[in-house]
C-alpha cells in the first residue's frame, strides 16, 4: 500500500461516523484506536467488537481498539481522524497541543466533522479555526475530508466516493490512501473551502427537503417537482455562501462534495436532518422550544444530532455579514428560531428562491 502501510490511527470520537471510519482504516490494514469518553461504548468495542449504540448490527475488525484516555489515543500516531461534533471539535482541539506528535507536527490531521465553529470574531469554517490553535505547521495543511457517504453504508462496505481537501495536496493525498479501498473512492481535492461549506449547508438544506417531504403527505400542493426545485435551489446557496468564504473552484460545488452529499442528505433514510425536518411537522418537534438557542442549549433533548441546527444560526450571521440572499437558510433559521411557521415559511420559501 505505499505511503499508507502499517500506519498507526486515532480515530477521535466513536459516533456512527467516526467507528464506521475507524472500521474502513482498520480493514485496511493499519494499527487503530478509536477515543470516546463515553466508558460504555469504549467497552463495547473492546469487549464485543461492535458498537451497538451508534452502528448497531456492525462487527468491528480486532485490529481496531478503542480508549477514553486522548492521550492513549493521539500520542505516537501518523493520522489523526477527528469525528466529533462541532459543538464539542474546538475543547478537543485545544488538548491536542499537549501531544508531542502534534506540537512537532508530525501527525497528519484528517477532520471529519461538518459545520461552522464560533469565534472572537464571529462564525468560522472548522479548520480556519483549528489552525487558530494548532501549532503553525498545521496551517494550510489540514485535510477536510466530505462527500455522499452515511455510515450506515460505509460500516457494510457499500461503494462510496469521499473527497479529500487540502491546501496542502500532498497531505490530501496521504489521507486518499489510508481510506482508499476496493469499495471507498477517493479523490484529492485543493479546496477546502468549498467542501466544508457544502458539508455544512447540506445539512441545513435537509431540515427543508425533511419538512417540505413530510408535508407531500399532508398537503397536495407540493410534490416530486417541488423537492427537486428546492435541491437545485439549495445547491446555487451552497456555492453562493462557498464563494464568499474563499472557494475559487465552482466544479466544487457540482462534484460529490456538493451535489452528491447534499443529495444523499436530503434523500436518505439514514439522514438525521432530513429525519429532524419531518419531526418538526408531523411531530410538533420544536413547540417546546423558545428559539433556536433553547434548542441548541437543549439539543440533548431530541436524542441524536441534527448538525443543521446549529449551523442554520451560523449561516444566518453569515448571510448577514456577506450580504448574501439565502432564502431556503433564512427560511429555516426563522422556523427553528420560531419566528415563522414551517407551513407558512416552506410556501413562501419556494417562491422566493433564487435560480
Not at 484516555?69 to 493521539?74: Q, T
Not at 476496493?182 to 455544512?200: H, I
Amino acid at each position: 500500500m505505499g505511503e499508507g502501510s502499517n500506519k498507526k490511527i486515532g480515530v477521535l470520537s466513536a459516533g456512527a461516523w467516526g467507528t464506521a471510519v475507524a472500521k474502513l482504516v482498520a480493514e485496511n490494514g493499519h494499527d487503530v484506536i478509536v477515543w470516546d469518553f463515553m466508558n460504555p461504548v469504549v467497552d463495547s468495542i473492546n469487549r464485543d467488537h461492535t458498537n451497538e449504540r451508534f452502528l448497531p448490527g456492525v462487527s468491528l475488525p480486532e485490529n481496531l481498539s478503542a480508549t477514553s484516555n486522548l492521550e492513549e489515543a493521539v500520542q505516537g500516531k501518523d493520522f489523526l481522524l477527528i469525528a466529533t461534533p462541532s459543538l464539542y471539535i474546538m475543547d478537543l482541539v485545544k488538548k491536542l497541543t499537549a501531544f508531542e506528535g502534534v506540537t512537532e507536527g508530525r501527525t497528519v490531521i484528517g477532520v471529519l466533522t461538518k459545520g461552522f465553529i464560533e469565534t472572537p470574531s464571529g462564525p468560522s469554517l472548522i479548520l480556519k479555526s483549528m489552525e487558530d490553535y494548532l501549532p503553525g505547521f498545521y496551517r494550510n495543511s489540514l485535510v477536510y475530508i466530505s462527500g455522499p457517504s452515511h455510515a450506515e453504508e460505509v460500516a457494510r462496505g457499500k461503494l462510496t466516493g469521499l473527497i479529500s481537501a487540502s491546501k496542502n495536496g500532498k497531505n490530501a493525498i496521504k489521507i486518499r490512501e489510508i481510506l482508499s479501498s476496493p469499495n471507498m473512492l477517493v479523490f484529492p481535492s485543493l479546496d477546502s473551502e468549498g467542501v466544508q461549506t457544502s458539508g455544512a449547508v447540506k445539512n441545513i438544506i435537509a431540515i427543508a427537503f425533511g419538512m417540505l417531504d413530510a408535508l407531500m403527505e399532508l398537503t397536495e400542493k407540493f410534490g416530486d417537482n417541488s423537492e427537486s426545485l428546492l435541491l437545485a435551489a439549495g445547491l446555487n446557496e451552497i456555492q453562493t455562501l462557498g464563494a464568499a468564504l474563499g472557494s475559487e473552484y465552482p466544479e466544487t460545488f457540482t462534484s460529490i462534495a456538493g451535489v452528491g452529499d447534499l443529495d444523499v442528505t436530503c434523500r436518505s433514510k439514514y439522514g438525521r436532518n432530513r429525519r429532524f425536518g419531518r419531526e418538526i411537522i408531523k411531530d410538533r418537534r420544536i413547540v417546546k422550544f423558545d428559539n433556536l438557542d433553547h434548542l441548541i442549549d437543549n439539543i440533548d433533548e431530541i436524542g441524536y444530532l441534527p448538525e443543521g441546527i446549529v449551523a442554520a444560526g451560523f449561516v444566518n450571521r453569515l448571510a448577514s455579514q456577506y450580504k448574501l440572499k439565502l432564502p431556503i437558510c433564512n427560511m429555516v433559521y426563522k422556523i427553528l428560531n420560531r419566528e415563522i411557521q414551517p407551513s407558512t415559511g416552506l410556501g413562501e420559501m419556494l417562491r422566493g428562491m433564487n435560480l
